[in-house]
């Protein structure tokens, strides 16, 4: 007689015990179990309970098997699944982009802010996202800014490219775009500059968690030896770019805040930092008076 089929309950007890026993201290087995059995099956994550005592085909045990075993690699979920969601937007993730991350809201919250002091979020404001990855930043504010319109630059084809798509899945096509290219390309003046630039030092890159070193692309990582290389270009040129009264915002490392400060100083620009939900330094904010 045949052993009974695994149900999805089974498996994905099986799945999270797996990845309890090859993963760090850090991990979640048991959420990303949840993930992964998920995606490997196409039912959404929060359905899972509803049909847990069906019964798997081989197909499907042989599609978790496969995703368990990336992420023993150290694959990150999001890399697996291939999408990650931010500010309540599923994004399509490519080689070229990095995950958006939580606390990278914290810039698009900063900016929600201070357009509410300043503009109104009715305005029709021009926003540039340089570094745009997904378009994670830029659609999420346009998500919220229902006049605005957006350009995403990235230096990566590929990145811009997994943009568009996402724009254009996710509604936004027709006020937004998406192209490869410097940033020294905008033509401006843009009312608010979003970045999450490259700025991990370049000698401390393999050094980090196996997921990002392993996983993200190094044109997203790298930001020169201080890690302050983009900010600088980005500055020289801030003034052609950038509206006199508009503003710029900028994910920063968690030590890298006086550094920038002290950068965007010397263009006597109005510096506040904001902190992610950890109390950790994580987004400049610079603008200068009208």
């Not at 150290?74 to 606390?103: M, N, Q």
């Not at 802010?113 to 979020?121: K, Q, S």
């Not at 936004?172 to 979003?194: E, H, K, N, Q, Y």
Request: proline share 5%.
């Amino acid at each position: 007689m045949s052993p009974p089929a695994a149900t999805l309950a089974s498996a994905r007890r099986a799945a999270a015990a797996r990845l309890a026993a090859g993963l760090g201290p850090d991990a979640t087995p048991a959420l990303d179990a949840r993930l992964l059995v998920a995606g490997a099956l196409g039912i959404a994550p929060d359905r899972l309970i509803l049909v847990d005592d069906r019964e798997l085909s081989q197909a499907e045990s042989h599609a978790i098997d496969a995703s368990i075993e990336r992420r023993l690699t150290g694959e990150p979920v999001a890399r697996i699944l291939g999408e990650k969601e931010f500010w309540g937007l599923s994004f399509r993730l490519a080689d070229a982009t990095l995950v958006p991350r939580p606390d990278t809201e914290t810039l698009v919250e900063a900016t929600l802010a201070w357009i509410d002091r300043t503009h109104g979020r009715d305005t029709p404001l021009r926003l540039l996202d340089i570094g745009t990855g997904t378009g994670a930043i830029l659609i999420a504010l346009l998500r919220e800014l229902p006049r605005a319109i957006g350009l995403g630059i990235d230096l990566s084809e590929e990145a811009a490219r997994a943009a568009r798509g996402n724009a254009a899945r996710l509604g936004f096509a027709d006020r937004s775009l998406f192209v490869r290219g410097s940033w020294s390309a905008c033509s401006g003046p843009v009312d608010v500059i979003v970045s999450n630039p490259p700025y991990i030092e370049s000698g401390i890159i393999l050094t980090l968690d196996r997921e990002v070193r392993d996983h993200d692309p190094m044109l997203a990582l790298d930001g020169g030896d201080d890690g302050l290389v983009a900010y600088r270009a980005i500055l020289a040129d801030l003034d052609r770019v950038m509206h006199p009264g508009g503003a710029a915002f900028f994910e920063i490392g968690h030590d890298q805040a006086e550094a920038l400060a002290s950068l965007a100083g010397e263009s006597s620009l109005t510096v506040e930092v904001h902190r992610d939900l950890a109390g950790h330094d994580r987004v400049v904010e610079l603008h200068r008076a009208i």
